[in-house]
């Protein structure tokens, strides 16, 4: 069953702005993890949040976990062209060999 | 991208008959998996490996099967496909995290399979 769930699924912004995702998951987790597609593409790994971690930062990602609410935002900082794809987030539970659990994703554009 | 890669990137079969996808890494690592990717569903997990003749299944595993030889490849077999199993597979390996920290997985570029 699909832990994580996305919202919005869609959603379409102007460049330069910033561009929030949200992602909701049901079970108790190690950590989440946030990807992206581009069309026709693999999933290319952005960040990881461990579960004892509140927020984290890379380039102009920024996510926030609050495990209280089992719920994981990210945020898109002064939004590209480049940055229009499908973003998944992603939760591995417990020891994590079984793989993870994505949700259906937000698909993101761009307006130039 | 991990040195991941998959075969044959597009194959378009017909119902009833026998499917074999490959998937290859070259940096030795333990764990593999297979998803299966469908609009309306994300990525779900069909099976993975952690190690050589080491496989289970995951959460979408009927009507498949796996096989692992060797550390560098990981086969997804459709036994007789269906046209419910028409999606775009993704594998992925599992790279150990740097200095202790998580593991994280990387995906291979996907095929599209079509099965009519």
């Known amino acids: 069953s699909q832990q994580g769930e996305e919202d919005p699924q869609a959603l379409s912004i102007q460049e330069g702005e910033n561009a929030t995702m949200n992602c909701s998951y049901k079970t108790s987790i190690n950590n989440l993890q946030w990807y992206r597609q581009n069309s026709g593409r693999g999933l290319v790994h952005l960040i990881l949040i461990r579960s004892n971690e509140r927020e984290k930062h890379s380039g102009r990602l920024r996510v926030t976990l609050d495990t209280s609410k089992k719920s994981s935002s990210l945020l898109i900082t002064a939004s590209r062209a480049a940055d229009t794809a499908s973003y998944f987030c992603?939760?591995?539970?417990?020891?994590?060999?079984?793989?993870?659990?994505f949700g259906k994703g937000t698909h993101l554009i761009i307006q130039p | 991208d991990a040195g991941i890669t998959q075969s044959p990137r597009h194959k378009v079969t017909e119902t009833g008959t026998p499917v074999t996808l490959r998937c290859h890494q070259t940096e030795n690592h333990r764990y593999m998996y297979w998803y299966r990717q469908d609009p309306g569903h994300g990525l779900r997990l069909i099976h993975y490996?952690?190690?050589?003749?080491?496989?289970d299944k995951g959460e979408v595993s009927d009507g498949y099967s796996v096989s692992r030889s060797k550390t560098e490849d990981f086969l997804l077999t459709l036994e007789s496909a269906t046209s419910s199993q028409t999606s775009v597979y993704f594998c992925a390996i599992r790279e150990k995290g740097a200095g202790g920290g998580i593991d994280t997985q990387y995906f291979g570029p996907g095929t599209r399979l079509t099965v009519l």
């Open positions: 490996s952690y190690g050589v003749k080491d496989t």
């Open positions: 992603a939760t591995v539970e417990g020891g994590g060999a079984d793989g993870l659990t």
